[in-house]
C-alpha cells in the first residue's frame, strides 16, 4: 500500500510540470512591441485580468483548438501548447500605457489566449458575438484588437 501511494505520488511530482505548460494564469512579463507600448505586464487569474494594476472581470468560455491557436496566433499547432476563450468588458475608454487604448473606439469583449513553452500569446476582440478563430475570418475582420506577446 505505501509503495503504492508512493509511486502514485512521484507520477504526480513527473507530470506536473507538464500539466502547467499550457497554464495561462499567474504574472506575464510585456514581451512584444505592442505589448510594451499598450498594456505592459499582465497579470490572469480564474476571474479576473490585471492591466496596469487595474482589474476586470473574467469569464472562461472554452478551450482553444490547435487549429484556432494557429490561426489566431500563427503558431505550429504540431507544438504542445494550450488555450483559452474568455469574455471581459474593458470600456472603450480606459487608456493604458502611453495613452493607448485596447480596442479604439469599440469595447474590448474577447480575450483568447495560447501558451507554449513559456510564452504566451494574448489576441484581443470587440464585438457581441463570439470571435470566429479561423485563418480567413481573422483576415477579413474588424474586431481584431491586437496581439500581444508575453514571457514568464
Known amino acids: 500500500m505505501t509503495k503504492g501511494l508512493l509511486l502514485a505520488g512521484v507520477t504526480v511530482l513527473l507530470l506536473w510540470p507538464a500539466a502547467g505548460i499550457a497554464q495561462d494564469k499567474g504574472y506575464w512579463r510585456a514581451e512584444s512591441n505592442t505589448a510594451n507600448q499598450i498594456t505592459g505586464d499582465v ?6 485580468l ?6 476586470y472581470s473574467l469569464a472562461p468560455i472554452r478551450k482553444l483548438t490547435q487549429a484556432e491557436a494557429g490561426a489566431a496566433f500563427d503558431v505550429d499547432s504540431n507544438v504542445a501548447g494550450g488555450g483559452n476563450l474568455y469574455r471581459l468588458s474593458i470600456p472603450a475608454d480606459k487608456r493604458f500605457l502611453h ?6 473606439s469599440e469595447e474590448t469583449q474577447w480575450m483568447a489566449t495560447y501558451v507554449q513553452d513559456r510564452t504566451l500569446h494574448v489576441a484581443l476582440f470587440s464585438g457581441a458575438t463570439m470571435p470566429v478563430l479561423t485563418a480567413e475570418a481573422l483576415s477579413s475582420s474588424n474586431e481584431v484588437c491586437g496581439v500581444f506577446g508575453y514571457a514568464h
Open 43 to 48: 497579470v490572469i487569474s480564474e476571474s479576473k
Open 50 to 55: 490585471t492591466i496596469n494594476f487595474l482589474s
Open 99 to 104: 495613452h493607448n487604448t485596447l480596442c479604439g
